[in-house]
């Protein structure tokens, strides 16, 4: 959670993924948009196993407001629309869900895609798309506690001006790109 599916595809698709997907914490109709960009930019196959539509807690405990046939809905479309490959259930799913979905999708085949991999570099939240306007990308790399004992020594003593200042002279020198690391021995 934090991450947007975007900077997700970006980190992991270069690890050689056999699958990326959805699941648990929300129902289907909340991870429609995200399994949307998904099928149009990932590579990998695409899983997704959402729970019973979101938990509403009652006196009881949760409960999950999705009725079977509406689950296997979801996944009619997602499989259909989206070309998820391995679909299944979460939180709040039952036998009865499951049976309806297995009902509805037994012998179909993969629904085909064409995505459109964006080439781009994530942060741990988000992907920013690399569209250059010049053939050489340059990367800054003064923002590195292992090649830069003047950024290592501002990060021990939190000198964040220092830092900041440091990435701006990167910039102003024709970096479009700051590597930032903040790992060091010792």
């Not at 490959?85 to 629904?111: I, M």
């Not at 798309?129 to 050489?136: I, Y």
């Not at 290592?152 to 990167?170: F, K, P, Q």
């Amino acid at each position: 959670l934090g991450s947007e599916i975007a900077a997700a595809l970006t980190a992991l698709e270069p690890l050689g993924i056999d699958l990326i997907g959805l699941n648990c914490a929300t129902g289907p109709a909340e991870m429609s948009e995200h399994l949307r960009h998904l099928a149009q930019h990932a590579r990998a196959g695409l899983s997704v196993m959402p729970n019973a539509g979101l938990p509403v807690l009652g006196r009881d405990g949760a409960t999950y407001p999705l009725a079977p046939a509406e689950l296997a809905d979801a996944l009619d479309t997602f499989t259909r629309d989206y070309g998820a490959v391995l679909v299944g259930g979460c939180c709040g799913t039952t036998p009865e869900h499951l049976r309806q979905v297995v009902e509805r999708l037994s012998g179909r085949g993969v629904a085909p895609r064409r995505p459109a991999p964006e080439a781009a570099a994530a942060s741990l939240y988000q992907a920013v798309p690399l569209r250059q306007d010049t053939s050489v990308l340059m990367v800054g790399e003064r923002t590195n506690t292992n090649g830069s004992r003047a950024f290592r020594e501002a990060l021990i003593d939190s000198r964040w001006d220092d830092i900041i200042e440091i990435a701006r002279t990167a910039i102003r020198e024709g970096a479009h790109m700051i590597d930032v690391c903040v790992d060091y021995v010792g």
